[in-house]
């Protein structure tokens, strides 16, 4: 994922996680012809990419990249990221942002984000679930943020 983001820095990339034990992913595959733009992608590879990995994996979910330039802004959806999801169905944000220094390195966070370095690149990457609160009356549509660990 942090690669894909990398790749077409300053715009977003696009792609899917997918798993074949259930809460482990395995692979993620970037869709490489994405429409892209600085703050929107779009693509319609997941129709084809969804064929084929029936073979050896389940999709787990999508994931994106959103490009930042302040040093420490909160990772969230976007707008149309909450539109454009299906209540229950999560997806991952990789924020990412360049920097002048040349760091590496890989640790969780305490928010169960996941930050990273690479290079002049840094990057946060966060799950989020879209849910309606099943006591909220008005049946408001929000995001929940899903932990995510590192496994080693």
């Known amino acids: ?11 977003e ?14 692979v993620a595959i970037p869709y490489q012809y994405a429409k892209r733009k600085t703050e929107e992608v779009y693509s319609t590879s997941a ?8 073979i050896h994996f389940k999709k787990t ?6 490009t930042r330039t302040a040093k420490r802004e909160v990772v ?22 360049r920097t002048t220094s040349v760091k590496h390195y890989l640790r969780c966070n305490p928010g169960e984000t996941i930050s990273m370095s690479w290079g002049r690149y840094r990057g946060i990457i966060a799950a989020f679930i879209r849910i309606i609160n099943p006591l909220d009356k008005t049946k408001t549509v929000y995001y929940k943020r899903v932990g995510l660990v590192l496994e080693r």
């Open 61 to 66: 979910c999508d994931y994106h990249s959103h």
């Open 13 to 26: 990339c696009m792609g899917c996680l997918c798993h074949k034990q259930k809460n482990k992913i395995e």
């Open 1 to 11: 994922m942090f690669l894909s983001a990398i790749e077409v820095f300053p715009k």
């Open 76 to 97: 969230e959806p976007s707008e149309t990221d909450i539109q454009g999801l299906s209540t229950g169905m999560m997806e991952v944000i990789v924020q990412i942002r």
């Open 47 to 54: 129709i084809m990419f969804e064929g084929l990995l029936g």
